[in-house]
């Protein structure tokens, strides 16, 4: 080969590899700046993770706070349906009790109207034996009390019921049977002890106001008065009205104590919630 053909020879040769230069610096920088470019992206993505990884940790304590407040109101509210129902069954017992009352006190009011028209009775009936101061008849906030001296009934130191005792009584009897009311008959005495022959049969005060109490007790009963309204109580000297200082205050305190008590359930429905 002649020096002029190498010449154009290696002339070509490094024009080829100047172009494939060329063509590899201008991928390279290509490369260099897909590179650059890729990193900055990493970066970005790391910035953009980073951001939000935070968010997610702070959505997941703001789950968990959610959580737990909400289950704070459930349980809140468990408690005040709880609560809410306890007053409700306070409230309906409270109503239903108010409303026995109101029922109670109807029919005391009912009762009271109906004692006062006995009294209103007795007295008229009676008001021959009330005026002669033989019986008194006496409004109490349960019932009436009808006071007869043992005077009137009974000769002194006896349980046996003289004329004008039985006829008194007998008067009493007769509109005694015509009420519902319970009856209880107490029988009273001073405070002299019991001596003589009347001690055989009577030892005490008690077994004297005992024995007039039941003796009045039987008449009632044999003019007509139901056996099951009636009751005997002996008090003996330990209830006087007057003290026992003089002979006509021992006198008052010798004496038989007829008391009328409505008996119904209503009535001591009343008294309990009153007290």
């Known amino acids: ?13 490094g024009c080829v590899m100047r172009s494939t230069y060329d063509t590899l610096n201008t991928e390279h920088e290509a490369t260099v700046r897909e590179r650059d470019g890729l990193v900055a992206d990493v970066g970005r993505l790391r910035i953009e993770r980073d951001g939000l990884e935070e968010q997610f940790v702070g959505a997941q304590e703001s ?13 809140n509210f468990a408690q005040l349906r709880k609560e809410a129902n306890a007053l409700d069954e306070d409230l309906g017992a409270e109503r239903i009790a108010r409303m026995k009352v109101v029922t109670a006190l109807a029919t005391r009011e009912t009762e009271l109207a ?9 007295v008229s009936d009676l008001e021959s034996e009330v005026s002669a101061g033989q019986i008194e008849i006496e409004r109490l906030r349960e019932g009436l009390r009808l006071n007869v001296s043992d005077d009137v009934l009974f ?5 046996e019921l003289d004329a004008i005792g039985r006829e008194v009584l007998e008067k009493v009897a007769g509109k005694l ?8 008959v107490r029988g009273h ?4 002890p019991i001596r003589g022959a009347l001690a055989k049969r009577f030892p005490t005060n008690w077994d004297l106001a005992a024995a007039r109490a039941a003796r009045v007790v039987r008449l009632l009963e044999e003019r007509g008065v139901p056996g099951a309204r009636l009751a005997v109580m002996s008090l003996g000297s ?20 007829i008391r009328l008590e409505p008996r119904d359930e209503p009535t001591r429905a009343v008294e309990n919630a009153g007290g």
């Open 63 to 75: 789950y968990e706070d959610e959580r737990i407040a909400r289950e704070t109101l459930a349980g």
């Open 114 to 122: 109906g004692m006062q028209s006995t009294y209103d009775t007795l």
């Open 177 to 184: 049977k015509e009420l519902n009311d319970f009856i209880e």
């Open 155 to 159: 000769a002194s130191g006896s349980s």
């Open 189 to 192: 005495t001073d405070d002299r």
């Open 1 to 13: 080969m002649s020096r002029v053909a190498l010449l154009l020879a290696l002339l070509a040769l």
């Open 238 to 257: 330990n209830d006087p009205i007057v003290p026992n200082d003089s002979p006509d205050n021992r006198a008052m305190n010798r004496r038989i104590e």
